[in-house]
């Protein structure tokens, strides 16, 4: 008797932990330019993914975030924002709401996927994908010192802690 068994492609199911080398990448940032995380190597790094430019709760995390730039900056820790979005809409998003930080287009899922962050069926419905709003933070060897990822797009990450882990 032969058993097969399905195949199971463990991009899909990768999680990054504490510790892990974050995964390289590079992406088309919101003025169409391929930036690298690898860039962003020799200071702290925080990776925000989030599911939608100009839905309710991102633009809330984005907003709060561009208004605790100045701790931040005291940090000199870089901030980075990925979401599947175009890197026209992340521009005029950006535009909009005055952000002082980078924003990065996942537009073929490719490092949500990577990450462990690609939700396959956002808010429910099939065939609808997104990045899971989550917060990987990065020392300046580019090792992962932080994670949290929220199954529920609704729940904002802690950001108190993100600055101080960012200090």
């Known amino acids: 008797m032969i058993l097969y068994l399905p195949l199971i492609d463990s991009r899909k199911h990768m999680t990054i ?32 993914f989030f599911p939608g430019a100009f839905t309710g ?52 899922r490719e490092v949500s996927r990577k990450y462990g962050t690609l939700d396959e069926k956002f808010v429910g419905l099939e065939g609808l994908t997104a990045a899971k709003r989550s917060v990987f933070i990065l020392n300046g060897e580019g090792e992962v010192t932080h994670t949290w990822v929220s199954d529920d797009p609704a729940v904002e990450p802690d950001y108190d802690d993100i600055i101080q882990r960012l200090n």
């Not at 990448?25 to 925000?48: C, M, P, Q, W």
């Open 57 to 108: 709760v991102c633009t809330k995390e984005m907003c709060t975030i561009r208004d605790n730039m100045s701790k931040l900056n005291s940090a000199k820790a870089n901030i980075i924002g990925i979401s599947v979005d175009s890197p026209f809409a992340l521009a005029q998003f950006r535009k909009e709401n005055n952000l002082n930080f980078e924003l990065l287009s996942d537009g073929q």
């Open 17 to 48: 932990k504490v510790g892990d080398k974050a995964p390289d990448f590079k992406l088309l940032n919101h003025e169409v330019k391929h930036r690298k995380l690898s860039d962003y190597r020799g200071k702290k790094t925080a990776i925000l």
